[in-house]
């Protein structure tokens, strides 16, 4: 039995739930909706061979979970719904890696967050090229590069970059420090590329979107945004995207990418170990829910991924 667990309505649990069913395999989604949604029983007991959980009234042998987190920036839910989520996340990750043969995304990373100065630092010593960056709150010496050539984004990720000058503004020229820091960056002019890794299947995209846009998740309409999947990188680029997941050991993720037009170089920007794949998936055929699913149906950590 796959077991899905996520916000009752996000498509990412439901696309990979159908694409579970597609491959003959038993799928149950628990949707967290709220206290009691479902019934959930899990008995402790040191003669168990695999992980046994009672859903619903029934006994289900576990063989994979897949967890969908709750979004966050302007998708984050309420704080009543963060508290039931975290619990529910609590309860069954610590399951799934006290049953090392149940399948999990990301298993060998979950006491390894993935902060965004980590990984940019860690992508730069891995031979990577990336933006010209500082990590500050001084905006007196931030006011002397006021132009649209630098971006600011949140330590922390979840909101969308702006440019320099609009992120200033929001300050008195008074005000010389910010209550906290943030990235401040050279703005690269693309294109732009999101690569995603599930095991051994690799979907790279190009991303293109009105020049005037900071970031793409600005824009108002799907129309703005072009998700092309005839992409050229470098086999070499991606061969040190798949290095860069190993090195967190990560099985499933996304890398966001940008070039230079002037030189033409190739800058890495951020990875995501839980990206989102809704839209995107429909325009590759349903490729990254069929890799996930394949990932959680294989009968052994060891198994060659499709």
């Given at each position: 039995?796959?077991?899905?667990?996520g916000p009752?309505?996000d498509?990412?649990?439901?696309?990979?739930?159908?694409?579970v069913q597609?491959?003959g395999f038993d799928?149950?989604?628990?949707?967290?909706?709220?206290?009691?949604s479902?019934?959930?029983?899990?008995?402790?007991?040191?003669?168990?061979t695999?992980?046994?959980?009672?859903?619903n009234?029934?006994?289900?042998q576990?063989s994979a979970?897949f967890?969908?987190?709750?979004g966050s920036?302007?998708?984050?839910p309420?704080?009543n719904?963060?508290?039931y989520?975290?619990t529910w996340?609590?309860?069954?990750?610590?399951?799934?890696?006290?049953?090392?043969?149940?399948r999990?995304?990301?298993?060998?990373s979950?006491?390894?967050?993935?902060?965004?100065?980590?990984?940019l630092e860690?992508a730069?010593?891995?031979?990577?090229?990336?933006?010209r960056t500082?990590v500050t709150?001084?905006?007196k010496s931030l006011?002397?590069?006021a132009?649209?050539?630098?971006?600011v984004?949140p330590?922390l990720?979840?909101?969308?970059?702006?440019?320099l000058?609009?992120?200033?503004n929001?300050?008195?020229?008074?005000?010389?420090v910010?209550?906290?820091?943030?990235i401040?960056?050279?703005?690269?002019?693309?294109?732009?590329?999101r690569v995603y890794?599930i095991?051994?299947?690799?979907?790279p995209l190009?991303?293109k979107?009105?020049?005037?846009?900071?970031?793409?998740r600005?824009?108002q309409t799907?129309n703005?945004?072009?998700?092309?999947?005839?992409?050229?990188?470098?086999?070499k680029?991606?061969?040190k995207?798949r290095?860069?997941g190993a090195?967190?050991g990560?099985?499933f993720?996304a890398v966001?990418l940008?070039t230079?037009?002037?030189?033409?170089?190739v800058?890495?920007?951020?990875l995501?170990?839980?990206?989102?794949f809704d839209e995107?998936d429909?325009v590759v055929?349903?490729?990254i829910s069929?890799?996930?699913?394949?990932?959680?149906?294989?009968p052994?950590r060891g198994?060659?991924t499709?």
């Amino acid at each position: 039995m796959i077991l899905l667990i996520g916000p009752h309505d996000d498509p990412h649990v439901k696309l990979v739930e159908n694409a579970v069913q597609k491959l003959g395999f038993d799928a149950l989604t628990l949707p967290l909706t709220g206290t009691g949604s479902s019934a959930f029983d899990w008995s402790a007991d040191s003669k168990a061979t695999g992980l046994t959980l009672q859903l619903n009234g029934k006994p289900r042998q576990i063989s994979a979970v897949f967890v969908r987190h709750p979004g966050s920036g302007i998708d984050a839910p309420s704080r009543n719904q963060q508290h039931y989520t975290a619990t529910w996340r609590n309860c069954v990750v610590s399951l799934v890696m006290a049953y090392p043969d149940v399948r999990y995304l990301n298993r060998a990373s979950v006491d390894r967050p993935l902060h965004k100065l980590l990984v940019l630092e860690s992508a730069s010593r891995l031979g990577w090229a990336i933006p010209r960056t500082r990590v500050t709150n001084d905006l007196k010496s931030l006011r002397g590069l006021a132009d649209d050539n630098f971006i600011v984004k949140p330590v922390l990720g979840g909101l969308a970059a702006v440019a320099l000058p609009d992120a200033l503004n929001r300050f008195p020229r008074e005000v010389q420090v910010t209550a906290v820091p943030a990235i401040v960056q050279e703005r690269l002019r693309g294109p732009e590329y999101r690569v995603y890794c599930i095991g051994n299947t690799i979907v790279p995209l190009m991303i293109k979107c009105n020049p005037s846009l900071v970031d793409y998740r600005e824009a108002q309409t799907k129309n703005e945004v072009l998700v092309e999947t005839e992409v050229s990188l470098p086999k070499k680029t991606l061969t040190k995207v798949r290095q860069l997941g190993a090195h967190f050991g990560l099985d499933f993720f996304a890398v966001d990418l940008k070039t230079d037009k002037e030189k033409g170089v190739v800058h890495f920007l951020d990875l995501n170990e839980e990206p989102y794949f809704d839209e995107v998936d429909n325009v590759v055929d349903g490729k990254i829910s069929k890799a996930i699913a394949g990932w959680l149906t294989q009968p052994h950590r060891g198994a060659k991924t499709t």
